[in-house]
C-alpha cells in the first residue's frame, strides 16, 4: 500500500478523537519492525472506515468458524470488545488505555478500535461529518447508515476499503470506534473478517462518570 492513500495527519490537533500512536518509518505508516523506526501520534478516525453494514446482536462465538482462532480484546478503561482472527492479526506496540491497533500479518492490513470522551459534546451526526470530512475527503461512500446512537461509513478511498463504526454512549458523553483499512484487491479475504468482527464488537459503557 502507498502511503498516500492513507489520510494520516499526525499534526492534527485531534480534538474529539481517539488518539493511537501509529509507526512511522520513511513516511509509510504501513511498514514497521525497521530499525529507524519512529513513533507519531496519528488520530484514529483517519485510519478508520467500512465495507458493509451488518445487524448486532451476534455473538462473538457465532461470527468466526469454530476451527477459527480467535482473541477477544476487552478495553479496561471504557468497557469495548472485539474479536478477531489471531492467524491474521497481532496487536501493534505500543499499547494504549485509549485502544489498540492491529496489524495484519503481512503489513497490508489494519484492524483499529478506541474510545474517547466527548468533551465537546459533540452531536453524532456533527461528529460524523467531522469525520468524513477530516478522514475521507473524495472517498466513495456504499454504505452509510445512521442509527440512534450509531453510524457506519463504508466505502473505498484510493484503492483502499475501510470500515468505521462509531457508537455513542454514556447518554452521548463517550465515542467508540472501530475500523477496518485493507486494500481493495484484498476483499475476498478481509470483507469476511469486517463481517465477523462486526458482529462480535461491543461498545463500552464504563467509567461513564
Known amino acids: 500500500m502507498d502511503a ?4 494520516l495527519d499526525a499534526t492534527s490537533t485531534c480534538r474529539s478523537q481517539p488518539l493511537i500512536f501509529l509507526p512511522v518509518t520513511g513516511g509509510h505508516p504501513e511498514r514497521s519492525g525497521d530499525a529507524n523506526e519512529v513513533l507519531s501520534p496519528v488520530c484514529l478516525e483517519n485510519l478508520l472506515g467500512g465495507v458493509v453494514g451488518l445487524a448486532a446482536g451476534v455473538s462473538a462465538a457465532q461470527s468466526f468458524r469454530p476451527d477459527e482462532e480467535t482473541a477477544t480484546y476487552r478495553n479496561p478503561r471504557y468497557g469495548f470488545s472485539l474479536t478477531y482472527p ?32 466527548n468533551a465537546d459534546r459533540m452531536s453524532l451526526r456533527e461528529y460524523r461529518e467531522l469525520v468524513l470530512r477530516q478522514s475521507y475527503p473524495g472517498a466513495e461512500l456504499d454504505y452509510a447508515p445512521v442509527r440512534g446512537n450509531w453510524f457506519v461509513l463504508s466505502g473505498t478511498r484510493a484503492g483502499t476499503m475501510f470500515y468505521e463504526r462509531v457508537t455513542f454512549s454514556c447518554d452521548g458523553r463517550r465515542i467508540n470506534s472501530w475500523a477496518m483499512l485493507y486494500p481493495v484487491e484484498e476483499r475476498a479475504i478481509y470483507d469476511r473478517i469486517v463481517e465477523r468482527v462486526a458482529r462480535s464488537y461491543r461498545a463500552g459503557d464504563r467509567n461513564c462518570g
Do not use: C, K
Open 4 to 7: 498516500s492513500r492513507l489520510p
Open 86 to 117: 489471531t492467524a491474521r492479526f497481532r496487536p501493534q506496540e505500543p499499547l494504549s488505555e485509549e485502544g489498540r491497533v492491529w496489524i495484519s500479518h503481512d503489513g497490508n492490513a489494519r484492524l483499529l478500535a478506541g474510545a474517547l470522551d
